[in-house]
């Protein structure tokens, strides 16, 4: 879940990004093929158990998860219907699951170690001309601009509201297009003022007495 | 710079320019459209001239536009859309790793700057949850790590209260770095040695702020009076 890390100091989070990370992996294919809702239910319950490393902010922080719930008791529905609801149980417990150690692992994993734990992954897409830095940097923008544009698209709701005192809906979708590209915009111009996706490492041809490495 | 013009989108916006800039505290003031952005990113290599030179600190920003960005610091109008990382010593370091720092080392010295500005625990804070104040701090830190000659200020602050305002220029003043800033509050430019007047691309006044600044005032009282609804 696109979610900030919560600073602390739990054992949760002195583990580094790269362990943590493929003990989530590990742990999809290990509870892939289970099929008992006692297992299920078990590995959920020990989910929950491991979240406490986050305390009550992360539990509190998970209210944000409230859409995938209601997707899930549709999934549940929908088994039930069709005659397969030990099997549904199954499965809403399994993602259950995932989605509390894929967030737990968001929440005490800090964006820059886990893009360089992400690094050796994503080194062989230089080969084929895509640099991986790139995509590093990438995903940071996804992060951080996330809730800098539902800022936005509140801000341009509220001024519909204030006018029309309606709820806009999808009305705005495109002038909020145009407003999140012309952030683009700025935010493009503010990275290429820092060196641009790719740094100074090219530029050689300057030192003048700057620290450089 | 030397007879530097600009154009974009057909007209122009930046006209035979030549000026050099050497005082440490540099106002550049002006109506919108006068030019004022377009001339500071210049600088930096963000705009190219299609006339005429600019050369900073020895290079030609022409020629090497990334050395020239290396060397102008560029802090912009609204901080969220220079902050680039989700935490404030990721933003902070990721300019250092920009220069070639490791990562380890580059965290050190964010960690260690944030310290010297009294802001110790806001490492690992998410710049979504900072005030606006705070958020300015950060855009100046993060460019100031990198330890550009230059630092350019393209009307910062201005969403800010006067006393967080006053509480950031205040921290200006004490820099080493040559400190050129657009601005519409002139009392932001207190202690400045040089104040540019643009207007329509060119100089219209160029010199002390004691002197500059009355004409600017009472050029600009005077178009309040006549503005047509096209001209706001």
């Not at chain 2, 680039?84 to 790793?97: C, H, M, N, S």
């Not at chain 2, 540019?196 to 050029?219: C, E, F, M, Q």
């Amino acid at each position: 879940m696109i979610s900030a890390y919560i600073p602390g100091e739990s054992w949760f989070h002195r583990i580094s990004a790269g362990p943590k990370l493929l003990g989530l992996c590990a742990l999809t294919v290990l509870l892939f093929p289970v099929d008992k809702p006692g297992i299920a239910a078990l590995a959920f319950s020990v989910a929950l158990v491991l979240f406490s490393a986050v305390g009550w902010e992360g539990y509190r922080r998970l209210m944000a998860l409230r859409p995938v719930v209601y997707l899930l008791v549709f999934l549940l529905i929908f088994h039930a219907l069709t005659g397969t609801f030990v099997s549904g149980l199954v499965t809403v417990f399994r993602l259950f699951t995932m989605i509390l150690l894929a967030t737990l692992v968001t929440f005490t994993t800090r964006m820059e170690d886990m893009l360089d734990a992400l690094n050796p992954v994503l080194t062989p897409l230089n080969f084929i001309g895509i640099s991986s830095r790139r995509i590093a940097l990438a995903i940071a923008l996804v992060i951080r601009f996330t809730p800098v544009l539902i800022g936005l698209a509140e801000e341009l709701g509220a001024a519909y509201r204030a006018r029309t005192g309606k709820r806009a809906g999808p009305r705005l979708t495109a002038p909020f297009a145009v407003l999140a590209l012309r952030t683009a915009d700025h935010v493009s111009e503010a990275l290429a003022a820092r060196g641009g996706a790719d740094g100074f490492e090219d530029t050689a041809e300057f030192d003048g007495g700057l620290p450089k490495k | 710079m030397s007879d530097v013009t600009v154009e974009r989108g057909g007209h122009v916006v930046i006209a035979n320019l030549s000026l050099i800039l050497d005082e440490s505290r540099i106002a550049i003031v002006g109506l919108n459209g006068s030019g004022k952005s377009t001339l500071v990113r210049t600088f930096n290599g963000l705009i190219s001239p299609s006339g005429g030179e600019v050369v900073v600190h020895g290079i030609d920003v022409g020629k090497a536009p990334k050395a020239a960005a290396r060397a102008v610091g560029f802090v912009f109008q609204n901080p969220d859309h220079q902050i680039i990382f989700p935490t404030v010593a990721e933003d902070v370091a990721f300019g250092l790793r920009q220069i070639g720092y490791s990562k380890a080392d580059a965290r050190g010295m964010a960690v260690a700057m944030l310290r010297e500005y009294g802001c110790d625990d806001w490492a690992d804070r998410p710049i979504s949850e900072l005030s606006e104040g705070q958020k300015h701090l950060v855009c100046i830190l993060s460019v100031l790590a990198m330890e550009p000659e230059v630092l350019v200020l393209d009307e910062p602050f201005s969403s800010l209260d006067i006393a967080v305002r006053q509480n950031l220029l205040s921290r200006l003043k004490s820099l080493r770095q040559q400190i050129i800033m657009i601005n519409h509050d002139l009392d932001a430019f207190d202690g400045f040695e040089r104040m540019i007047w643009l207007k329509d691309g060119t100089v219209h006044a160029d010199g002390a702020p004691s002197a500059v600044a009355p004409l600017y005032r009472l050029h600009a009282m005077q178009m309040a009076e006549n503005l047509a609804p096209k001209n706001l």
